[in-house]
């Protein structure tokens, strides 16, 4: 894999390179939060409400960026809509470290929502129509990795700024890798699906030699062009007929799980999670995520290496088996009561094995699915509903995780995780397909054959 990756062409590095540039802006601000929080809460005298519903502000702006995100990339380009996406980025994490009140704080994390909620949906869809087939995967598992570096660098910065209380630096330093990925966005074409589904064959034909000087252009256009040419309707009609139906249940379905299953409870609300379990000081409510975090970079690496060779289906089901023992590991530690020693080390077992399987599984295949379940007509629409269902569902954990915390404990909160996990695990294994190894419009057969792959061969 990774002599692959040292053969790509400039392209595809550039693209790369972008991909883990605005993962880790993404990562970032999924954790920073977790530790302003702390200190935001200090200053404006924030109840449990308020602290969910600032939590939760951005999320809810990813919503409205994610329903938009799909009709921005094809009206105006995969690449223009990534230059808009880095200079919000940094115009709105600033104005959220600015912030004097806490509706002018609202707002700035609403915006940025609006601004990350379009970027999900555009940069899967960027990565999968620029990367060669062979490697498509695995850079779509990268921008995993980079996210997860971002999650770690929030908790890192936030324990660094934790003596000077300076919320407003860990929300405004988002600003800075903004800027870089504009400047590298800047400077590269769109993709050639977005300029064959405009017509612009000639712009087409170069982008696909420079991301491939040995393929054949006008071939690769032709199978675009064909791909394209196969519609019953458009947008989202034709996703709500068949054969696109039972791909739009998948990925709707997929992205609901992925979120209600829990993963930025953990992520946004860890220092209140560790509090709980009986750990106290800022080293142990920001440094101890940060170290979870560590080892889910660990199984994104491990995704990578593997999404290409074994297949996807098999780090889905593997990863939401591991979500499912960890929720049976935390409901056993908090029945256990609070105290040190050894319920507090499972406890924080448990964090980490949570979420080192969602990272190893539907962390990473979110990104893949993403990008590969539509042909290239319904691609970023298909995207768009997709992360949309994904972010509803972030909206119901973010908005009611401490009121539940509060209400059932943390035994049967995670009791509850626990109940979706396997829901999920079922749903999964019913409905996903394994896509290792076909061209994009390829799986369109896929969804045409109700399901199955026509002339099987060789375990694909």
Not at 168 to 195: E, K, N, Q
Request: aromatic share 10%; charged share 10%.
């Amino acid at each position: 894999m990774l002599g692959e990756l040292r053969q790509m062409p400039r392209l595809g590095l550039a693209v790369g390179a972008i991909a883990a540039t605005v993962g880790v802006i993404y990562g970032y601000d999924l954790s920073n939060i977790a530790g302003a929080l702390l200190f935001i809460t200090d200053e404006f005298h924030l109840s449990t409400y308020q602290q969910e519903l600032v939590t939760t502000a951005v999320v809810i702006g990813q919503v409205a960026g994610a329903m938009a995100g799909g009709w921005l990339a094809n009206r105006f380009g995969r690449k223009r809509c990534m230059v808009a996406l880095a200079a919000s980025y940094a115009v709105f994490s600033l104005l959220g470290g600015l912030s004097i009140s806490v509706p002018m704080l609202l707002l700035a994390r609403l915006l940025l929502g609006v601004t990350i909620g379009v970027s999900v949906v555009v940069v899967p869809v960027f990565v999968a129509e620029s990367a060669p087939t062979n490697v498509r995967g695995a850079l779509l598992v990268a921008y995993q990795a980079a996210t997860v570096v971002g999650i770690i660098a929030g908790y890192l910065v936030a324990y660094a700024l934790a003596g000077s209380h300076n919320w407003r630096w860990m929300l405004g330093l988002v600003a800075v890798p903004a800027l870089g990925v504009l400047a590298l966005i800047i400077r590269l074409p769109d993709t050639a699906h977005w300029y064959v589904l405009k017509g612009r064959l000639a712009e087409a034909r170069r982008t696909l030699h420079a991301a491939d000087p040995t393929a054949d252009a006008d071939a690769a256009i032709a199978e675009i062009r064909t791909a394209m040419s196969v519609r019953r309707g458009g947008g989202l009609r034709e996703m709500l007929r068949r054969p696109y139906l039972r791909a739009t249940v998948f990925v709707v379905g997929l992205g609901f799980f992925i979120q209600i299953t829990g993963i930025n409870a953990v992520v946004y609300y860890s220092p209140r999670i560790f509090q709980a379990m009986g750990f106290t000081g800022d080293f142990a409510l920001l440094v101890l995520p940060a170290l979870v975090q560590v080892a889910s970079l660990g199984a994104v690496f491990v995704s990578l290496a593997l999404v290409d060779r074994v297949g996807r289906r098999p780090i889905l089901l593997g990863g939401i088996g591991m979500m499912i023992a960890a929720n049976a590991l935390l409901v056993g530690v908090f029945m256990t009561g609070r105290g040190a020693g050894a319920p507090t080390a499972l406890g924080f077992l448990g964090v980490l094995l949570f979420t080192v399987g969602f990272t190893f599984g539907f962390g990473s295949l979110v990104w893949v699915y993403a990008g590969e379940s539509f042909p290239a007509h319904l691609r970023s629409l298909g995207s768009s509903a997709m992360l949309t269902s994904d972010l509803v569902a972030n909206v119901i954990v973010a908005a009611f995780f401490l009121t539940l915390l509060q209400q059932l404990g943390g035994a049967g909160t995670f009791a509850v995780f626990g109940a979706l996990a396997v829901t999920g695990l079922l749903f999964v294994h019913r409905l996903a397909p394994e896509t290792r190894g076909r061209r994009l419009e390829e799986i369109r057969s896929y969804w045409d054959n109700r399901g199955r792959w026509s002339q099987e061969t060789g375990g694909r």
